[in-house]
């Protein structure tokens, strides 16, 4: 059972558009909602994270969107770059520092020139 | 950021031999770290936990035998895949958490490309 579920599997942009992705989480203890960023043969790298005591967190084209009482939140990247083309993995965590993540399964993200 | 050094990028070996991957946190102290391994176009893997000074905990289905995980120091752990098989064939990734404070970050590696021939 996949405790992050994350949509779409894949979404092609164009240029200068926003690029939305989903992910839905069970746990209600889960306190800690990172999104990475992965590109071919790399490891991932952290782009952005939030946590539960705000709605919303803005680091520069990146932002992520939190609905509590829904369990989703979101990743949206203004103004998209074919440089922002890779997989992109939204995670969960619970508190705790041997706590593991709790990994979506990825979107693959083309931005078309 | 915090950095995460891991090592070899990429290796080539001979079935029934043994390869080891270092991960290393370059400017952090880490009590715990990770080592996932990740197929193409799918998400990662968790293989096991590793905290320094005590026993690697291996998630369900991983062979602890196999997959040997050491995590000596508060900045190095390693990976040993014994006996390699051409299954064993994929891309490994280690990730640090760095040592005290209300940040939870993790840090990844680059990642090792292991190709078993």
């Known amino acids: 059972q996949q405790q992050v579920k994350q949509s779409p599997q894949s979404l092609i942009v164009q240029k200068g558009g926003i690029s939305i992705i989903n992910c839905a989480y069970e746990n209600t203890a889960f306190d800690y909602f990172p999104w990475y960023q992965q590109f071919p043969g790399k490891g991932p790298a952290l782009l952005i994270a939030?946590?539960?005591d705000v709605s919303e967190k803005k680091e520069g084209r990146f932002t992520i969107s939190f609905n509590k009482s829904a369990k989703q939140f979101s990743l949206h990247i203004m103004d998209s770059q074919p440089g922002d083309s890779a997989t992109y993995f939204c995670a969960a965590k619970q508190a705790g520092n041997n706590r593991k993540l709790i990994w979506g399964l990825g979107t693959s993200l083309a931005v078309n020139p | 950021g915090a950095v995460v050094s891991q090592h070899p990028s990429r290796v080539i070996c001979k079935s029934g031999t043994s390869v080891k991957i270092e991960c290393r946190s370059l400017d952090f102290q880490a009590t715990t770290m990770f080592w996932y391994r990740q197929f193409p176009k799918k998400s990662l893997m968790l293989m096991a936990t590793s905290n320094e000074g005590s026993k690697a905990t291996y998630e369900q289905g991983v062979e602890k035998d196999k997959f040997l995980i050491n995590h000596a120091s508060l900045t190095l752990s390693t990976l040993t895949v014994t006996s390699a098989h051409p299954e064993d064939s994929s891309f490994y990734i280690c990730s640090a958490r760095v040592l005290t404070g209300k940040n939870t970050e993790a840090f990844f590696g680059q990642g090792t490309r292991l190709t078993v021939v």
């Open positions: 939030i946590r539960p």
